[in-house]
């Protein structure tokens, strides 16, 4: 699904990511792990262009997305992304949040298909009977589109078990409830891969189980996840891969067993040794 070739990313004179070469496959769960300052999260950033990456390519179903000359909102579309301290617009409810990115992009790509349809009706007046162009076929309305999303964000809502929470705002819901509803946000958008940067690491211990619960369910579905995240645990137990990076670049990656069973760069051996 994903490639990533020879990646970098420098603000001035420091080199973030320094040549990162990976593969993501389709319902892969990647966990990312590494130390303070190693680029872990700037590697995710660069994945979906939020960091304009310096030099190399990120190939997304054959398309460079890092190229400058793509646009990256259409494959944006397909690219979810959870993030540390969750995100939501505090002036919109818990469904307004939900609702908006789905219902933004759908009532636009209804405009562009009217005004496609306005363009060859006019061009149409100029061409011969056999070239006449046919129009987009219309199946759907504004209100159509905001009824749908709506059932949708109420579908995921009961999912987690916050549908009660669906007109009130953010401010009042617990870490842990505003992280859940995060993730469903970026479910609402269908998309192929998510990416979580550190989720729970802004959450009281107490609320870290219930949205790990969420994303073993969400990944138990064949959801693509790339996950920069703390948890060792969670890595055991759920990912199929595990990744290390240090100073910028990968040092290992290997399946969990594996990867903690038995490390082979000094490096991570250290790491582990410190955090297991």
């Given at each position: 699904m994903i490639d990533v070739i020879n990646l970098e990313k420098h603000f001035g004179d420091n080199k973030v990511l320094n040549g990162i070469n990976v593969t993501i496959e389709k319902g892969d769960i990647m966990v990312v792990i590494g130390p303070s300052g190693s680029g872990k999260s700037t590697f995710l950033r660069?994945?979906?262009?939020?960091?304009?990456?310096?030099?190399g390519q990120?190939?997304?179903?054959?398309?460079?997305?890092?190229?400058?000359?793509?646009?990256?909102?259409?494959?944006?579309?397909?690219?979810g992304m959870v993030f540390q301290h969750f995100n939501l617009f505090n002036n919109k409810t818990v469904i307004?949040?939900?609702?908006?990115?789905?219902?933004?992009?759908?009532?636009?790509?209804?405009?562009?298909?009217?005004?496609?349809n306005r363009l060859i009706?006019?061009?149409?007046?100029f061409r011969g009977k056999d070239k006449k162009k046919a129009p987009i076929e219309i199946?759907?309305?504004?209100?159509e589109i905001v009824k749908n999303c709506r059932a949708k964000a109420e579908e995921l809502l009961e999912r987690i078990g916050l549908l009660d929470k669906a007109d009130v705002y953010p401010s009042t819901l617990s870490g842990g409830q505003k992280q859940r509803v995060a993730i469903v946000r970026s479910l609402a958008m269908n998309p192929e891969v998510i990416l979580f940067d550190e989720p729970t690491s802004a959450l009281d211990p107490e609320m870290v189980g219930e949205v790990l619960d969420l994303m073993k369910a969400v990944a138990n579905e064949g959801m693509t996840m790339i996950i920069v995240t703390h948890e060792m645990g969670f890595a055991r137990e759920v990912a199929n891969k595990v990744l290390f990076i240090d100073g910028g670049q990968i040092l290992e990656c290997a399946p969990p067993e594996e990867f903690f069973g038995n490390p082979k760069n000094p490096r991570l051996k250290e790491f582990l040794s410190k955090v297991l």
């Open positions: 660069c994945l979906n262009c939020m960091e304009d990456p310096t030099g990120i190939i997304f179903h054959g398309v460079d997305i890092a190229d400058m000359k793509v646009d990256i909102n259409v494959h944006r579309r397909n690219m307004q949040n939900i609702m908006l990115a789905p219902v933004y992009l759908q009532c636009k790509d209804l405009k562009k298909a009217k005004r496609h009706k006019i061009t149409n007046l199946t759907t309305t504004k209100a």
